[in-house]
């Protein structure tokens, strides 16, 4: 595709509810990103992807967070037993080199996730 | 670690006027910056970014940024600006030197363009 897609783009849950949130990036494009960005803030690294491998899980605020991206193309980010304060917009971003400390990301228009 | 300031919440600027978005960073490494930008319910926009070579550097839609190593800063600037220019603009940092380190993004700026 021409950039990176993310669906849903709203998503109401109810509080204890799972949600999953999908991402497509750009074709070709080795490294995958997930970020929260909470309102009024910038965005923040939740995992990486480097093909089907996730390298990165560090910033996964707990173990309700759970991601995966088994061929190495799209991908999806669970959320299980939503709380409130997972309410925020979920950014994916591709990137074409392995890590690529220098490359630029592209990111998706994000989900945003309003629980209640 | 590596952090990220923008000083300032919110920049307001008179159309045609030059505008300035300021950026500074602290990373253990060498710093590769970047700077971004959002308009409502968009993903991040990449704009340009600094990895080395010449301190100033040229992006999209006429904007550049200066880096300044001894003052570890970033800013974004441009000549004249326009009224689309709007948004929210984030600067990034990213540990050149380690491998493992990803984005740090700052808070975030606001611009407005006044017509």
């Known amino acids: 595709g021409a950039g990176v897609s993310q669906s849903p783009r709203y998503k109401v849950a109810k509080r204890g509810q799972d949600v999953a949130l999908r991402c497509d990036p750009i074709?070709?494009?080795?490294?995958l990103f997930w970020y929260q960005q909470a309102l009024g803030q910038g965005p923040e690294f939740l995992t990486y992807?480097?093909?089907?491998?996730?390298?990165?899980k560090s910033g996964l605020p707990s173990d309700r967070f759970f991601a995966e991206r088994p061929e190495g193309s799209v991908s999806t980010l669970k959320i299980q037993r939503t709380q409130q304060e997972d309410s925020a917009v979920y950014l994916c971003?591709?990137?074409?080199?392995?890590?690529?400390?220098?490359?630029?990301?592209?990111f998706g228009p994000g989900t945003r996730l309003t629980v209640l | 670690a590596q952090s990220v300031a923008q000083p300032e919440d919110q920049v307001n600027v008179a159309e045609g006027n030059p505008l300035t978005v300021k950026c500074t960073y602290s990373?253990?490494?060498?710093?590769?910056l970047f700077w971004y930008v959002q308009y409502p319910n968009r993903g991040l926009q990449f704009l340009l970014k600094?990895?080395?070579?010449?301190?100033l550097v040229k992006g999209s839609y006429g904007f550049e940024a200066e880096f300044n190593k001894s003052q570890t800063s970033f800013h974004l600037k441009k000549p004249s600006a326009l009224v689309s220019d709007s948004a929210l603009y984030f600067c990034?940092?990213?540990?050149?030197?380690?491998?493992?380190?990803?984005?740090?993004f700052g808070p975030g700026t606001r611009l407005s363009v006044l017509p």
């Open positions: 992807f480097q093909n089907e491998a996730q390298l990165d």
């Open positions: 990034a940092v990213r540990d050149g030197d380690n491998y493992g380190q990803n984005f740090v």
């Open positions: 990373v253990s490494g060498n710093p590769y």
């Open positions: 971003a591709s990137s074409l080199r392995r890590s690529g400390r220098a490359n630029e990301q592209f």
């Open positions: 074709s070709g494009h080795v490294s």
């Open positions: 600094y990895i080395t070579g010449d301190n």
